[in-house]
C-alpha cells in the first residue's frame, strides 16, 4: 500500500476513500429494524413516511414530525468538549430538546444493547467509533438513512450506518518537554532508548496496536522485528485511560508525549493555549496517520424516529462545519478544512478490527501487561 499526503480541500474524502473495507454499502440492503417489535414498526412508519417524499422534501417533513415528537435522545462517545457544542448547535437550530448520554464507546454499545435486547429503547440516534456501530448495525439495531444529506458523502457509507467523521491517530509531545529536532518523526522512533519514560499508550487503543502492527508488516518487516518495535515502545512508557486524561497530563507537563492521540484533541489543547503539538515546526507530519471513521445511525425502535433521521442528516450535512470548526475531520468536503493538511495519510482496516477484535484486544492487553498506569 503506498502512502502519500493530503492537502486541499477534497483531502476528507480521500482519507475515507482510504479505509480499505467498508462493511458494506448500506444502502444496498433493505431496513434491517425488528419490525416485530411495536415500537419498530411505529419508528419504521415514520421513517418510510419520510423516505417516500423527493429528497429535497425530506428534510422539511422531518422537522415537522420532529417538533411534534418535542424530544431527542442521543448516545454518545464524542468527547465533551466535542459533544457540548454539536447539542447545543442542533438544539439552537432546530429548538427540539436534547437528553444527552455520554460515556465511552465500550459503556454505549453495552447500554444500547441492553435496552434493545429488552425492547426499551433509551437512544433516539447513537454517534460512536466505527467497532460499536458496527456491533450495533449487526444486531439489527439500526434502520438505514437514505436522505439527501448522503449524497454528500462519497465514501465511508457502512451497512446501516454512516461515517460523519475520522479520528487521525498521530503522537502528540509537549513542547517545553521535547526539544524541536527530537520530536518522533516516524512511528518505529518510539521504540529509541531516549524516549525512556517519556512516553504514554493509552490502554485501550487495540485499534492503533492492530494498524500499525499491519502497516509494518505489510511494509517489509518482519514478525520478529515487529515484536522487537513493540517491545521497544513499551519498554518506554506508561499507560493511562483516555484520550482526553492523557491530554491533560501532557498539557501540564506530566508527560512529555503521547504514541497516540487524536489530532483534534491535540489541536484543541495547543489552541487554548497548552505547550502541546503533533505537527512539526514545518506544519508537516511524515508518520503515517490512520483514520478511523466514527459515524451516526438511527434506532430501529427509536421512540423520536423523526428526530432521530434529522440529527442524522444535519450530521452530515451542517454538523460537518460545526467539526471543522471543532478541528476534527469531517467524512465531507468542507470548505475551510484543514485537518489533514501536510500529514501522511494511509488506510485504516476496518474489516480486521470488527472480524477480529478480541483477539487484538488480548494482544494488545498482554503488550501492556505490567506496564505502569498514571491518572490525572
Known amino acids: 500500500m503506498k502512502t502519500r499526503s493530503l492537502v486541499g480541500q477534497t483531502a476528507a474524502l480521500t482519507a475515507l476513500a482510504l479505509l480499505v473495507t467498508a462493511c458494506g454499502g448500506g444502502l444496498a440492503d433493505s431496513a434491517q429494524g425488528r419490525s416485530d417489535q411495536p415500537a419498530a414498526s411505529a419508528a419504521q412508519a415514520v421513517y418510510a413516511q419520510i423516505a417516500a417524499l423527493p429528497k429535497d422534501q425530506q428534510r422539511a417533513k422531518a422537522v415537522e414530525l420532529a417538533k411534534q415528537e418535542g424530544a431527542f435522545s442521543l448516545y454518545t462517545s464524542m468527547t465533551d468538549s466535542l459533544a457540548q457544542p454539536v447539542v447545543a448547535a442542533f438544539t439552537k437550530q432546530f429548538a427540539i430538546p436534547v437528553s444527552l448520554f455520554r460515556a465511552n464507546s465500550e459503556t454505549i454499545v453495552q447500554r444500547t444493547l441492553q435496552e434493545g435486547q429488552a425492547n426499551r429503547p433509551g437512544a433516539d440516534a447513537v454517534e460512536s467509533d466505527f467497532a460499536e456501530m458496527a456491533t450495533l448495525a449487526g444486531e439489527h439495531l439500526f434502520a438505514d438513512y437514505d436522505g439527501p444529506a448522503l449524497d454528500r458523502v462519497k465514501e465511508g457509507r457502512f451497512d446501516h450506518w454512516t461515517a460523519d467523521r475520522v479520528n487521525l491517530f498521530l503522537p502528540a509531545w509537549n513542547t517545553n518537554l521535547i526539544a524541536p529536532g527530537q520530536e518522533p518523526r516516524s512511528w518505529e522512533a518510539l521504540a529509541d532508548p531516549k524516549y525512556r519514560g517519556k512516553i504514554t499508550i493509552e490502554l485501550s487503543d487495540s485499534d492503533w496496536y492492530a494498524n500499525l502492527t499491519d502497516y509494518w508488516l505489510a511494509h517489509g518487516k518482519t514478525q520478529q ?102 478541528h476534527l475531520t469531517p467524512s465531507t468536503e468542507v470548505e475551510g478544512d484543514t485537518s489533514l493538511q501536510g500529514l501522511n495519510i494511509v488506510p485504516f482496516d476496518t474489516r480486521s478490527l470488527v472480524e477480529n477484535a478480541k483477539s487484538w484486544d488480548d494482544r494488545y492487553d498482554a503488550q501492556l501487561r505490567g506496564v505502569q498506569q498514571v491518572s490525572n
Not at 502541546?276 to 423520536?304: C, E, K
Open 225 to 326: 522485528q515487529v515484536d522487537q518495535l513493540w517491545q521497544g515502545i513499551v519498554a518506554n512508557a506508561k499507560a493511562a485511560k483516555g484520550h482526553v486524561v492523557m491530554m491533560q497530563l501532557l498539557s501540564a507537563g506530566q508527560t512529555s508525549m503521547d504514541a497516540m492521540n487524536y489530532t483534534y484533541i491535540t489541536q484543541q489543547s495547543k489552541d487554548a493555549g497548552a505547550p502541546v503539538a503533533y505537527r512539526l515546526a514545518d506544519g508537516t507530519n511524515p508518520i503515517p496517520a490512520f483514520p478511523r471513521p466514527n459515524g451516526v445511525g438511527m434506532l430501529a425502535n427509536a421512540q423520536h424516529p423523526a428526530s432521530a433521521w434529522l440529527f442524522y442528516d444535519w450530521m452530515l450535512d451542517e454538523g460537518q462545519k460545526l467539526l471543522v470548526e471543532q
